[in-house]
T-cell receptor, first 112, second 115 residues
Framework: QQPVQSPQAVILREGEDAVINCSSS?????VHWYRQKHGEAPVFLMI?????EQKGHEKISASFNEKKQQSSLYLTASQLSYSGTYFCGTSTIGGSNYKLTFGKGTLLTVNP | NAGVTQTPKFQVLKTGQSMTLQCAQD?????MSWYRQDPGMGLRLIHY???????DQGEVPNGYNVSRSTTEDFPLRLLSAAPSQTSVYFC??????????????FGPGTRLLVL
């Protein structure tokens, strides 16, 4: 079942923060985050595993709440380069090891 | 390394025509997959392969065939194109060992228009 992402779209000014959520109705084993710029391929950001710690890379970090079966992607002090569509992909406990199910995406626009 | 390559970049077909979308990777990845991306729908898995000679269906396999004769190549065949197959198609690969913990590398995509 497709994970649900929220919000569907967000508009920021440079320097502002944003949170993107990814929720599943099934128990998750892993959550993958990708960013896609218009007309380009998705690019990997990070993977969070069940029981794992919050991850981060510079000003982009993510957490995995096992109780809620939810992951959140945090973008702090946003830059123009952060604009794009963010997708989460999930694998479920008891599901295939080789299938990710992606959400519909969150369109992030960062304006000067 | 070229990474994941896809050809063609853009294709126009008439309803009923067949064609093959090519995908190749030079990273010696075991796992390869095909996704289609439609506006507002995210990425949906069509078919995937966990190694040469092994393929399986994803979420939306109808109307598509795949085969994996080598580690490097994973072509996607449209048997009889329909307007509903108008989409952007992405091929992806990863090292293997269970996708739950592996990074997927995506190709640049093929834009397909079926008239």
């Amino acid at each position: 079942q497709q994970p649900v992402q929220s919000p569907q779209a967000v508009i920021l000014r440079e320097g502002e923060d944003a949170v993107i959520n990814c929720s599943s109705s099934k128990a998750l084993y892993s959550v993958h985050w990708y960013r896609q710029k218009h007309g380009e391929a998705p690019v990997f950001l990070m993977i969070l595993l069940k029981g794992g710690e919050q991850k981060g890379h510079e000003k982009i970090s993510a957490s995995f709440n096992e109780k809620k079966q939810q992951s959140s992607l945090y973008l702090t002090a946003s830059q123009l380069s952060y604009s794009g569509t963010y997708f989460c992909g999930t694998s479920t406990i008891g599901g295939s090891n080789y299938k990710l199910t992606f959400g519909k995406g969150t369109l992030l626009t960062v304006n000067p | 390394n070229a990474g994941v390559t896809q050809t063609p970049k853009f294709q126009v077909l008439k309803t009923g025509q067949s064609m093959t979308l090519q995908c190749a990777q030079d990273m010696n990845h075991e796992y390869m997959s095909w996704y289609r991306q439609d506006p507002g729908m995210g990425l949906r898995l069509i078919h995937y392969s966990v190694g040469a000679g092994i393929t399986d269906q994803g979420e939306v396999p109808n109307g598509y065939n795949v085969s994996r004769s080598t580690t490097e190549d994973f072509p996607l065949r449209l048997l009889s194109a329909a307007p509903s197959q108008t989409s952007v198609y992405f091929c992806a690969s990863s090292y293997g060992g269970g996708l739950y913990q592996e990074t997927q590398y995506f190709g640049p995509g093929t834009r397909l228009l079926v008239l």
